[in-house]
């Protein structure tokens, strides 16, 4: 089991940046941004993905035993009054050494019970790339259902890849939460 916890802003800009690197180097389909686009940021742009905004927003790092971070997911609200009822699940990532140990799942529980903490969300979106299949399986294990496909939405080296949108409703989520991995 790792340690979950939000990332600060002040603390933890350049672990998250280092970690979303080696996302775009190992997953380049999944992530929008290339490996290079992502390290010629300025910190200070990473420092701010770790800002609330004042709308509740997070990204939340887990952390093996020796305290390095191995994952991370984000989930913001949207800023606009007439889609305050719904979030976006983004970013998620859990390094290559520390797959297949139910880190992902925790990542994903954690920030739909952080969710369920933040008045009128009605549903949480997020999209992969439609080969994902681990992730695919991920989500839809937790309840996110597929609403719709967007063809060609990624293009890396030339290939170009699906985009797949899917949905949790908030309501279908008993009291007591979803399951604990």
């Not at 080696?22 to 929008?32: K, M, N, R, S, W």
């Not at 290339?34 to 770790?50: R, W």
């Not at 997020?126 to 839809?140: I, K």
């Amino acid at each position: 089991m790792s340690t979950i916890r939000r990332l600060n802003h002040h603390t933890d800009a350049e672990i998250f940046k280092a970690l979303i690197i080696e996302a775009a180097q190992d997953t380049p389909a999944a992530f929008c941004e290339s490996a290079e686009e992502v390290a010629a940021k300025p910190l200070s742009g990473f420092a701010d993905l770790l800002d609330d905004h004042g709308r509740g927003d997070f990204v939340l790092g887990a952390f093996d035993d020796t305290d390095n971070l191995v994952g991370i997911v984000g989930l913001c609200r949207s800023p606009f009054g007439k889609q305050r009822h719904k979030a976006m699940l983004w970013g998620m990532y859990v390094t290559i050494n520390k797959r297949q140990q139910g880190i992902g799942r925790q990542l994903i529980h954690a920030a739909i019970n952080n969710a369920r903490t933040m008045p009128g969300i009605l549903h949480i979106n997020l999209s992969t790339t439609g080969t994902n299949d681990a992730a695919n399986h991920l989500y839809t294990s937790l309840g996110f259902r597929i609403y719709g496909v967007e063809p060609k939405s990624v293009n890396f080296n030339g290939t170009y890849f699906d985009e797949t949108w899917m949905q949790l409703e908030m309501s279908a989520i008993s009291d007591s939460g979803i399951p604990h991995p």
